[in-house]
DNA sequence: CTGAAAGCGCTAACAA
DNA sequence: TTGTTAGCGCTTTCAG
């Protein structure tokens, strides 16, 4: 069984006393057009199956100037929500009998365009870029090639984008958050406090503006004196809440966290107090993640639509169109 | 930018005034054992630079018959195990400047055989297959395509695989657990229930044994008396314990859980009861999620290595030995 | 109904 | 130091 060449068409025709054109139309199922004697068909079928022919989908996608391949690149698979994502996108791509090719490119942009390059050069059909640090380029990159792309979770101003409504969604989440502070009649509107995040970012800029406009009209000072955008980590997450803490002399009435990672430092602080005293405090965060429902205290989730956006981005790519278009895919709200 | 064509080495060499061969050379960097001038490498490169001139993989992989592909299939991205795996083959194929191809085939054995397939097709050069729900009959589709291969998570007997060491593992888990209970002081070791898995996967016999070995000379009743194997999904898990909690008329002095998802269906229990009650069962988990140790309660957690599986499969790779051959990596413990 | 032959873009042996 | 050419495995026109 060793190195047993991989059987070809000539092979196949060799064997069976036919063309190798005969062989290929009989093989790749266009031999109606092709008006082959179905009983050709069926003798080519045979003795392929029973050399274990295999197409070389290389060679066949090389004469037709495809690749039956769709690209995906994402950071990395660190999170539920990235999971999901490529999970969603690879069951796509199997419906469509296609081969999802997906790359995980860490963070940094010049290995994001590094990645799309080299996708390209594998001839994808397409690529769905998500998160990426900095879009535009990549969709020069992909434009330029003319190779169909759509970016999901990130958008481009220069091409087809979907993304989570986080505008709408920090809203509701705010929303229900004030009503819970309200319900605990801690009369807390006063003292909802949004962390995590990265204020240079559209995302958490939409997030920080619909928890602003949940207040409104609630507030005696404006919302963005509660803001503390520490980034997207866990450790610095537990700092500021330390320190916020601290200052307080309390926990503050709620808290709005604004993604999976900084919950984990929100829970780690958290771990260091008395049940009692975590009662308290009305908890939020942005993102989901299946034991937080779990936690003996209830949180609020927000659960971003992985499947729906991806199903938006393919939508896209099939109209052909091409040109920047923003959709915005609204997240659950789980209570 | 509509349709820009893709350039060509013929196009390339047009532009420089020289042949197609000459510009092969210089582009993909055996020039200099064709003793090419430097300076026409120098023009040649600069030309194809700003014609954006990318080389088609496909059809130089084709000429070469290699791929520069490695794919992976694995059943889903559902755990973090399952994503850490991708995530750390991804890592370590763009380390060897090749392109990941990741099937994400779902459980069924004749989806992951397809998924095979057509990563054969592809001409890829090697094909990590992880957590194959019936692995020997993808070893054999690998081996008469000549393709090199390895299993990572669940193992063939026909072919190099690398799995955790589960009995280890979970030797060492039952250990610790066994620890605790006698220090909490209820004697418990005559109490500690295994709980979810499926008896008829090698993994989990594994852990059984481990269950049992630790147990060894301190039980008056054989440690398989405790076992539950409800499988890995987590409703069954749940009523399993429920149904458990009630015959006792309070919960075991311990639980062993089999894996992320029983303890999901654990912690759905035990969201039921009084944090007191909670408080007297000792509990360890053959997995890991980072937000478990931010529970309430203690949890003792075995982590998978997903990094040092996928390395101690490539070297398996790179020995180009493929005889069949198992390795185990011992999983660390948590407490 | 079927065969012969060109060519997708690239590499490498053979010539020069 | 460089050009010419054959061919990777397949599809598809053209010619029977």
Redesign the interface.
Known sequence: ????Q?ATIYDIAQLAGNSASTVSYALNGTWKKRRIKPETVEKIKKIAKEN?Y??????R??RNAT?G?LGMILP???TRFF??L??AF??EV?NRES???????GRASKAQEESI???????VDAIVIAAATDPNPLAKIC????VPHVFVDHASDQAPSVVTDNAFGAKKLTESILERTRIAGTSGFQDVYFLGGDIGLPSTQDRISGFCEAHDGRLDRPAEDRIIACGYAAEPTTQALKKLHEQLGRLPAALFVNSIICF?GV??HL?TLE?QEISKCVLGCFDY????P???FPVLMVRQRADLMIEVAFSKLDDGVGSPSLSMVPPDLLV
Chains 1, 2 share one sequence.
């Open positions: 069984m060793k190195e047993r991989k274990g295999r197409v070389n989908l290389q060679a996608n090389l690749s391949l990395e698979h660190d999971a999901e490529s999970q690879a069951q199997r081969c999802p090719a997906i790359v995980l490119s390059r080299s996708l390209i050069s594998y001839n434009a330029e090639a003319g984990e829970v780690r771990a049940e993640d299946p034991f937080v779990l936690m003996r």
